[in-house]
């Protein structure tokens, strides 16, 4: 069964700064999730993958699968960014739909 | 993607009563999970919804304290029974498409909170 270690686990920054939170996981995987959980409780997913890099407007996510770990960047970070990111994995090695194992999350605020 | 609804988005329920959430997909999916986020706790998955099935539930959860029902591909039901404080978290479905590790979407989640 695959385990989550998210890190830092609050981190509060300035509006424009560049944030990187760090996620490594213990079953090699066949595809990593990064979420974003809103004070509500809403989740949406950011990202998907699999292998190397993906960007999506000023959030980069990047994988390694060899050394079981991932990293989500935001660059010029902005206020609205302030959620909680979480990273989460397939319960269980191997391939199929696995139900995921989650990261405790990063609690990011985003200061004007 | 999918468009996931819950119902109801909160409740306040009283110790020892039952309440019984709905999930509804817009279109037809593979796999639908039930997870529970717990106040402070990362989210844990409670079950997999088999589509005409008995639920696999995970490591501490048990079928007569969350039943769970699946009777088609964009429908599910979790029931939280006979309640204890301690069950006051958020409940969440998410359901995946493909067979693969596909992008898992999430449904708005039921904050519960038990008195």
């Known amino acids: 069964k695959n385990e989550v270690e998210q890190s830092p686990q609050n981190l509060t920054a300035q509006e424009g700064e560049f944030i990187t939170i760090n996620c490594s996981y213990s079953?090699?995987?066949?595809?990593l999730h990064w979420l974003q959980q809103h004070p509500g409780g809403g989740i949406v997913s950011l990202f998907m993958l699999s292998s190397g890099k993906k960007k999506h407007g000023r959030l980069i996510a990047t994988i390694n699968i060899q050394e079981k770990h991932s990293s989500l960047h935001i660059t010029a970070s902005h206020p609205r960014d302030s959620a909680v990111y979480i990273c989460?994995?397939?319960?269980?090695?191997?391939?199929?739909?696995?139900?995921?194992?989650f990261g405790k999350g990063t609690h990011l605020i985003i200061q004007p | 993607s999918a468009v996931i609804s819950q119902k109801p988005s909160r409740d306040i329920c009283q110790r020892g009563t039952s309440l019984t959430i709905q999930c509804q997909v817009d279109s037809q999916v593979t796999m639908m999970f039930w997870y529970r986020q717990q106040p402070g706790q990362s989210l844990t998955l409670i079950a997999t919804a088999n589509q005409g099935s008995e639920a696999t539930y995970e490591s501490g959860f048990v079928i007569d304290k969350f039943p769970i029902s699946r009777p088609n591909l964009t429908f599910s039901t979790l029931t939280v029974s006979n309640m204890s404080p301690e069950d006051s978290s958020i409940y969440l479905c998410s359901v995946v498409r493909g067979r693969s590790a596909d992008t898992q979407y999430f449904g708005p989640g039921t904050r519960l909170t038990v008195l």
């Open positions: 989460a994995v397939p319960m269980y090695s191997g391939g199929g739909a696995d139900g995921l194992t």
């Open positions: 079953v090699g995987i066949s595809a």
